[in-house]
């Protein structure tokens, strides 16, 4: 089936613009992480959710950065106000997430990720 | 402060021969340790994973081992092809009791390269 979407998957733009990334998660999968991944280095946490509730946002850098999941299905991450240091990979995994599972229900899944660059 | 620390960087290995990639952590409280994958301009995939309840898990040529006291892991990889040629990263997770597991702390990965 489907995996984990990303749109757009490259995205320029200038200092002090709003931008906004988008995550289509694998069916019926009800927790949602964002990452952001700098190159060389591993993912790093932002923030993640289960359905529409978010669960831990401690990740998040500062308060231009916000996210949310209005539906339980789609996740929108946004960084108001750009700037250059926000450059990197950012990616959205998303998990079964089932309460209490173990194994494949853990697994969290990535997208191919959207790749921001702040000129 | 990295929660999870990974060695070597980089790692050249012989076709045939084993690649060997360490990890560290201090929570007491991971219960949840994957082994990801990755491959140049696509997202982290699952390799392997193990709890601390067992102290090694196989999965074909992939090996994790798992040693609670030393708070240490590692993935073993037998028979290295060319294939295996990619980014590799250990990360380490809770789980909330009654509830699902949240944010993956990952290592910083390192990078395999096996020569043909």
């Known amino acids: 089936g489907a995996g984990v979407s990303q749109s757009p998957r490259y995205k320029v733009t200038k200092r002090g613009q709003d931008v906004a990334l988008r995550c289509d998660p694998i069916?019926?999968?009800?927790?949602l992480y964002w990452y952001r991944q700098a190159l060389g280095q591993g993912p790093e946490f932002l923030t993640y959710?289960?359905?529409?509730?978010?669960?831990?946002k401690s990740g998040l850098p500062n308060d231009r950065f916000s996210a949310e999941r209005p539906e339980g299905s789609i996740s929108t991450l946004t960084i108001q106000r750009t700037e250059q240091r926000d450059s990197a990979m950012y990616r959205c995994?998303?998990?079964?997430?089932?309460?209490?599972?173990?194994?494949?229900?853990?697994?969290?899944?990535f997208g191919p990720g959207t790749r921001l660059l702040v000129l | 402060q990295q929660q999870v620390k990974q060695s070597p960087q980089s790692l050249i290995v012989q076709k045939g021969g084993i690649s060997i990639i360490n990890c560290a952590y201090e929570?007491?409280?991971?219960?949840?340790f994957p082994w990801y994958q990755q491959f140049p301009g696509k997202g982290p995939a699952l390799l392997i994973a193990?709890?601390?309840?067992?102290s090694e898990k196989k999965e074909g040529r992939f090996t994790i081992s798992f040693n609670k006291s030393a708070k240490q892991f590692s993935l073993h990889i037998m028979d290295s092809q060319p294939g295996d040629s990619a980014t590799y990263f250990c990360?380490?997770?809770?789980?909330?009791?009654?509830?699902?597991?949240?944010?993956?702390?990952f290592g910083r990965g390192t990078q395999l390269t096996v020569w043909p």
């Open positions: 995994a998303s998990s079964l997430g089932l309460v209490g599972g173990r194994g494949s229900e853990e697994t969290q899944y």
């Open positions: 069916s019926g999968h009800v927790s």
């Open positions: 959710f289960n359905y529409e509730a978010q669960q831990d």
């Open positions: 929570n007491t409280a991971f219960d949840y």
């Open positions: 193990i709890r601390p309840d067992v």
């Open positions: 990360a380490a997770s809770m789980s909330n009791r009654g509830s699902t597991l949240g944010r993956l702390y």
